[in-house]
């Protein structure tokens, strides 16, 4: 699976963090919201009990009450207020004639009684009728009615709704004066929707500020790995622009900057060491080889003389070809590797290599598949044939006893391809990505080792570089491994 970039991480982080904090949020105020109208209309049925408490008194009958309530909430009194009075004894002395279907009172606080107790009046203690109240006696004074209890407040779920309670009196009555919730809780609800619908829309500009931001944020980023691209061996000089006001990017540009000047340097440095020491060896290689075949041919035939200059004429000549590949590949680091172009026929030069290998085959008894198309190419003559012969050899080194040799050169359309391949031990997967790495010598997949530096391979793939072309493991298995070595043809009428 592909890794999300940091862009949209950063994106779906802001959303994340956002929608928690909004959800958060919301919940908080809808809880405090509810709490707020919880208290209004807790408030709502204290003033309403503390305006007709002397209707219990004796100033009026209890339908009076009912009448009283009727008028102050008019129509939506029958769907909107509930009441209940108790006598000292629980006895429910008053219920509204329109007592909502299903509200029962038996999971209210302590002492509220259930709403299908049976409602009576006394004709001692409590009298109803117009213009009388709770008293000694018919003739009585009506007392005052004071509510001496604290007011409770509750709760009450039915089917169709939820009614909120206030219970409120002294010893001798209580009253239970309900309101419906149902505005309230349509309020709520839809506060609860609008906030539902409102918060996709607000996660999506949070997410799209992320996405704008992240990206102004990450545009240094996006210049250093474009300007790293840049940097080959033929492009040292990119540096990285200051596009930011940004002070943590500005420092970081410029430590890169000034890591690539030190690499800048280094690399010229060490490029030009190369080329001055093969250059300035190539002289004393010369005369040690004058020399050393001068001396091998005055010595004595058979003599251990003659052995020891044939060993070190063998060593000058593998100096000579060490010190020519180093400057070869300073010259192509430095992008100055010069090509002599000619028109070269390239089936005819590898007629003429695989003689050679031929010859250097024989002792292995190595079998050659040879199938070579007639190709003319610009190049330069000795560049191509040390690159080309240098892939031979390594199939001849890299083989075993009466092995194969398979060589191809195959026109296709506007390029050709040379496939050579060889029987043997393969290349080990750990060394596959390092085989064309200078002085790098991986270990056949037999364990035996064969002589070489480890630059041919490096030198070759430079070369045909230069040439416009490329070099490649094609294949590698135990038994077969196949190189390939594609370039371009000339136009038409250019052969």
């Not at 209210?108 to 107790?117: G, H, L, M, Q, R």
């Not at 690159?387 to 050899?393: P, Q």
Request: net charge neutral; aromatic share 6%.
């Amino acid at each position: 699976m592909k890794p999300l970039s940091s862009r949209l991480k950063i994106a779906l982080l802001s959303a994340g963090i956002s929608g928690a904090v909004l959800v958060a949020f919301g919940l908080m105020l809808w809880v405090i919201i509810h709490h707020q109208r919880l208290a209004t209309v807790d408030r709502e049925i204290r003033t309403l009990a503390s305006r007709h408490p002397g209707l219990l008194a004796g100033r009026g009958s209890f339908e009076r009450l009912g009448s009283s309530l009727e008028f102050t909430f008019g129509d939506d009194y029958t769907n909107h207020v509930a009441l209940l009075i108790r006598d000292a004894n629980g006895q429910i002395t008053y219920r509204s004639p329109h007592w909502p279907a299903g509200l029962d009172l038996t999971s209210a606080p302590e002492a509220v009684i259930a709403t299908n107790a049976p409602a009576i009046v006394s004709d001692g203690a409590l009298h109803s009728g117009f213009g009388r109240g709770y008293g000694q006696g018919r003739g009585g004074p009506p007392p005052e009615l004071v509510f001496t209890r604290s007011p409770q407040f509750f709760t009450v779920k039915t089917a169709h709704g939820a009614w909120r309670f206030g219970r409120m009196g002294n010893d001798e009555v209580t009253l239970l004066l309900g309101l419906n919730q149902a505005e309230m809780e349509a309020e709520l609800n839809h506060l609860r929707n609008v906030f539902l619908l409102v918060l996709p829309a607000a996660l999506m500009l949070v997410a799209l500020g992320g996405w704008v931001v992240a990206g102004q944020a990450l545009r240094p980023l996006t210049m250093i790995a474009d300007t790293a691209e840049k940097v080959t061996i033929r492009g040292l000089d990119q540096r990285i622009p200051r596009a930011t006001d940004s002070p943590e990017a500005i420092r970081l540009i410029h430590v890169l900057n000034r890591m690539m000047d030190r690499l800048e340097n280094s690399f010229h440095q060490a490029t030009r060491f190369s080329a001055d020491a093969s250059h300035e060896l190539k002289t004393p290689l010369a005369i040690m080889q004058g020399e050393l075949e001068n001396a091998l041919q005055t010595a004595v035939p058979g003599s251990a003389e003659q052995q020891l200059f044939s060993n070190l004429l063998e060593e000058t000549q593998r100096l000579k070809t060490i010190t020519r590949s180093l400057l070869l590949l300073a010259q192509a680091d430095a992008g100055q590797l010069r090509l002599t172009r000619e028109m070269v026929d390239l089936t005819a030069e590898l007629e003429s290599m695989l003689e050679d290998a031929q010859v250097l085959a024989a002792d292995a008894g190595l079998q050659f598949d040879v199938q070579l198309t007639p190709v003319r190419i610009p190049a330069d003559r000795a560049l191509l044939h040390t690159a080309i012969f240098n892939l031979i050899h390594n199939a001849v080194k890299y083989n075993q006893d009466q092995g194969k040799i398979a060589l191809h050169l195959i026109a296709k359309g506007q390029h050709f391809t040379l496939t050579i391949g060889n029987t043997g031990p393969g290349i080990p997967p750990t060394d596959r990505a390092r085989i064309f790495d200078r002085f790098y010598r991986g270990q056949p997949a037999d364990g035996t080792r064969r002589d070489g530096i480890g630059l041919g391979l490096s030198l070759t793939r430079e070369i045909i570089r230069a040439h416009g072309g490329d070099v490649s493991l094609l294949e590698s298995r135990d038994g077969w491994t196949v190189f390939e070595l594609v370039l371009n043809l000339p136009p038409a009428g250019q052969h």
